[in-house]
């Protein structure tokens, strides 16, 4: 489940220079082409009922309850999927509508559990909040004949638990750890009525091919995949902003907590460097954070062989400034590819770690900014270098738009560092 501090606007947004004006509710909205209905809704506060859809993932239309009326366009198109256009008028809301999300939503709730007070989603339930919604107060369906309620649950990872009795098949899951994550590790198998969300070859999560990064359990909108941590402890009360503590990416967090306790770690949507998206170990290793072997208050010492000294913030702060002013700048030393390996086509095919071998010593002026302004999975990044092999992890080439920094040299071309003999082009 998502963030309890996040909204969600349904869709992702769209940068288009050519904005579009449009009317909803009787409400004018402009919003940058290629946007969907959805959020232009969003956008301007009408909000229009949801399960598949959310701002992380591209729309997939499947759940069926976003419907709206569009004057000139024949039924009723899902909003997510229905890009806005010039001089539209759109309806959210009319008995009709209404009607139809109703039916709908039974039919949801006819395959679903109703034990939603012990439910660990419980007052945080997607599915929950839209049959409220709906204004869903009976299922004339009845609970009798072929259901999944009798779906064993999936224990075997560490993190996160299984329940395919709650499923609503939205594939928002499967999307997720295809879009964010890229493994491709979920699918739904079979058809129809008999359409189940599986892990590989219906195996258990933990024999799977998943990596435990936890998308899929951010993007469930019920129950079906939940943080242990949550089942256990329950639902959080306020929400923090703070980094991962672990790499030096910078991700950054919302620490859902209950008075002191973090209940869960959910990557931050508007965090630059991850993007609503995180690792294994930032979203579920957390046991550090209330560990009490956990340091803190600062440390300092001037040479390894020193003891670590206790200090305060402000001490810590003006010692790490002075060591950094204390080193020379100027004379940064780095280990470059260079650039004719890593853009020979034969050179692709030995492997990225053999043409490292392949360097130059170089002298570069640092820039005025040091760390890069994106964050690449799979790319190390040097200061003032960008290095990037366009996404093909198995060959080592570079994108053509990445050019050298300005003040950049060959070792031919300039003086030969300390204790490092010239490399010749």
Not at 115 to 123: H, K, S, V
Not at 355 to 369: G, N, S
Request: proline share 6%; aromatic share 6%; glycine share 8%.
């Amino acid at each position: 489940m998502q963030s309890i501090a996040e909204k969600d606007l349904g869709t992702p947004a769209r940068q288009s220079a050519r904005m579009v004006t449009l009317t909803i509710d009787d409400r004018e909205v402009v919003v940058p082409e290629g946007t969907s209905v959805m959020r232009a809704a969003a956008l301007a506060g009408v909000a229009v009922p949801k399960l598949c859809a959310t701002d992380q993932l591209e729309a997939f239309g499947s759940c069926r309850l976003c419907l709206v009326q569009i004057e000139g366009m024949k039924g009723m198109p899902a909003s997510c999927t229905t890009p806005v256009a010039q001089g539209m008028k759109v309806t959210t809301e009319n008995k009709q509508l209404a009607d139809v999300r109703r039916g709908v939503m039974e039919l949801y709730i006819s395959d679903h559990p109703l034990d939603c007070l012990t439910c660990p989603a419980n007052g945080h339930c997607e599915l929950q909040d839209m049959a409220g919604v709906v204004g869903l107060r009976e299922v004339r369906y009845g609970y009798d004949g072929a259901n999944h309620l009798k779906a064993e649950k999936d224990t075997s990872n560490p993190y996160f638990t299984f329940d395919p009795a709650k499923c609503i098949v939205c594939s928002r899951c499967v999307r997720a750890c295809d879009e964010q994550q890229g493994t491709l590790a979920l699918t739904i198998q079979a058809r129809g009525f008999d359409s189940t969300v599986a892990a590989s070859q219906d195996d258990p999560f933990m024999d799977s091919e998943c990596v435990s990064c936890g998308a899929c359990v951010q993007a469930c909108p019920t129950a079906t995949l939940s943080e242990n941590s949550l089942i256990e402890q329950g639902q959080a009360e306020h929400s923090v902003i703070t980094t991962c503590a672990y790499c030096g990416v910078g991700c950054s967090f919302r620490a859902e907590m209950k008075g002191e306790e973090v209940v869960r770690m959910v990557p931050n949507k508007d965090g630059h460097a991850n993007h609503g998206h995180s690792c294994v170990k930032g979203r579920f290793a957390i046991g550090y954070a209330t560990h009490p072997d956990r340091i803190v208050k600062p440390m300092i010492r001037a040479k390894i062989s020193d003891p670590w000294r206790e200090v305060s913030w402000e001490e810590a702060i003006s010692y790490a400034a002075s060591e950094l002013k204390r080193l020379d700048w100027r004379h940064y030393l780095i280990t470059l590819h260079e650039r004719r390996d890593l853009s020979r086509p034969e050179t692709g095919s030995c492997g990225f770690r053999q043409q490292q071998r392949r360097h130059v010593c170089a002298r570069l002026p640092l820039p005025d900014r040091l760390r890069p302004q994106e964050h690449d999975r799979g790319v190390r990044w040097h200061p003032g270098i960008r290095f990037s092999h366009g996404g093909r992890r198995h060959h080592g080439h570079r994108r053509q738009s990445d050019r050298w920094p300005p003040g950049f040299r060959f070792a031919d071309e300039a003086p030969a560092a300390p204790g490092c003999a010239p490399h010749r082009r």
